[in-house]
């Protein structure tokens, strides 16, 4: 999805927790009467605690609605479930998802075919929710039917079958990791 924190209202009774610090006068807005208005938030705001955990069970709930998802979810905070690890030895059949804030992932362990794959059909399936409910896309985002892609920090080398983590997160604990000399020191 595209502008997905600007997609989801908020429930009108949540209006008065997410006001502005600012007031304005009717006639500020041509209005005929001096009452006082305050601006509040409508959508999920970007900075509010909350605003992740309400934006990925608003994505899932899309996702539910149009399908029944059988695929098993792969969840950021949770550790890669045994059958996920089985299957990639195995090289058996397996669907799975995932979904973090805008971003929607389907994949499964297969065999290379040229038919539609049980993980495309249900990204069509996304989409059509997405299309259904208003939700804006983001065409560049859209990605169907790689092979190799990388999630969350994780690499995925379909074509050779390899896991594993991402070369941005190799760099990163390598950078965190190497001794650091300074000036002086040399």
Not at 72 to 81: G, K, N
Not at 115 to 126: C, R
Request: aromatic letters at 10%.
């Amino acid at each position: 999805m595209a502008s997905a924190f600007y997609l989801f209202r908020l429930p009108r009774c949540w209006v008065k927790f997410l006001a502005f610090n600012a007031k304005f006068k009717g006639s500020t807005f041509g209005q005929d009467n001096d009452d006082v208005y305050v601006p509040a938030c409508r959508v999920l705001p970007m900075g509010w605690s909350s605003s992740v955990g309400l934006m990925q069970m608003a994505s899932r709930e899309l996702f539910r609605r149009k399908t029944a998802m059988s695929a098993q979810e792969l969840r950021r905070q949770t550790l890669a479930p045994p059958w996920f690890v089985d299957s990639l030895l195995r090289s058996e059949s397996e669907q799975f998802w995932q979904v973090y804030l805008n971003n929607f992932m389907a994949g499964e362990v297969c065999k290379k075919t040229s038919a539609p794959t049980a993980s495309q059909v249900l990204h069509e399936e996304v989409v059509e929710s997405w299309n259904e409910h208003g939700a804006l896309r983001a065409e560049e985002k859209h990605i169907l039917a790689a092979t190799d892609a990388v999630e969350l920090g994780i690499n995925i080398q379909g074509d050779v079958g390899l896991v594993g983590s991402s070369e941005a997160s190799q760099a990163a604990v390598c950078h965190a990791s190497a001794p650091w000399s300074t000036a002086s020191e040399s």
